[in-house]
């Protein structure tokens, strides 16, 4: 059964950057689209970014465009969002989500 953790989340100053990562377990991740969310809080959850098997489609929510980049690494089973000019609207716990299973999320806290 297809597991996910997430990690590289942290305490960074806005305009720095992090990269999340997706350790998938269980299953091969390949035969799966992935996505990133994320869960302020007090707000709901929303997408953040999507690719598809062999990332050939990738799609971002607007308020992330040209800042964040979606990729995966088949052969380490694993998927990864590299954040770059972060900013404090940004804060919020991360998940990866792939064929209806999610993680548990790692928190990113951007400082103004």
């Known amino acids: 059964q297809l597991q996910l953790v997430e990690s590289g989340g942290g305490l960074v100053q806005s305009g720095g950057s992090l990269r999340l990562s997706c350790a998938a377990s269980?299953?091969?991740?390949?035969?799966?689209?992935v996505a990133w969310f994320r869960q302020a809080p007090g707000k709901e959850r929303e997408g953040v970014s999507c690719?598809?098997?062999?990332?050939?489609?990738?799609n971002y929510a607007d308020f992330v465009k040209g800042r964040f980049t979606i990729s995966r690494d088949n052969t380490k089973n694993a998927v990864y969002l590299q954040m770059n000019s972060l900013k404090p609207e940004d804060t919020a716990v991360y998940y990866c989500?792939?064929?209806?299973?999610r993680g548990q999320g790692t928190l990113v806290t951007v400082s103004s």
């Open positions: 989500n792939a064929a209806r299973v």
């Open positions: 690719a598809t098997t062999r990332s050939d489609v990738t």
């Open positions: 269980g299953s091969n991740l390949d035969r799966y689209a």
